[in-house]
């Protein structure tokens, strides 16, 4: 199973300083450990979510907005996510390089239109 719910919030409150995380492919976290990350963790610059398919565009636009020096984003396997993190990124991490996405029914060219328009220093798509 690997990192539960519990204990992806327990790192995120007690590692505050955190500048790269991987939750890779951890089934159980889910909105509720963005939201932690997101108050306590401001440092991210690297984080890996790849195959958390429970998490949803509501909780990664709060964590972006709290974390704008993203540079290396990982989403693959994350069905989810759609239109609204591509816009928060190109709000919010204007330093993102790199981008790791499962394009889906909920991406569609307006989403990566404003992508690549607000995160000029993209580099892996």
Not at 2 to 11: E, F, I, S, W, Y
């Amino acid at each position: 199973i690997g990192v539960t719910r519990d204990g992806a919030k327990l790192v995120a409150a007690q590692c505050t300083k955190l500048t790269y995380l991987s939750l890779a492919n951890c089934p159980l976290v889910e909105d509720s450990v963005l939201e932690t990350l997101a108050v306590k963790c401001r440092s991210l610059v690297k984080l890996d979510l790849s195959g958390c398919r429970q998490i949803t565009d509501e909780a990664l636009i709060g964590l972006m907005r709290k974390n704008t020096s993203l540079t290396n984003l990982h989403l693959y396997g994350c069905p989810k996510i759609g239109n609204g993190t591509l816009e928060a990124l190109a709000q919010s991490c204007p330093l993102l390089k790199t981008l790791e996405l499962s394009i889906s029914s909920t991406v569609n060219d307006h989403g990566l239109m404003k992508l690549v328009t607000g995160c000029p220093l993209l580099q892996e798509l």
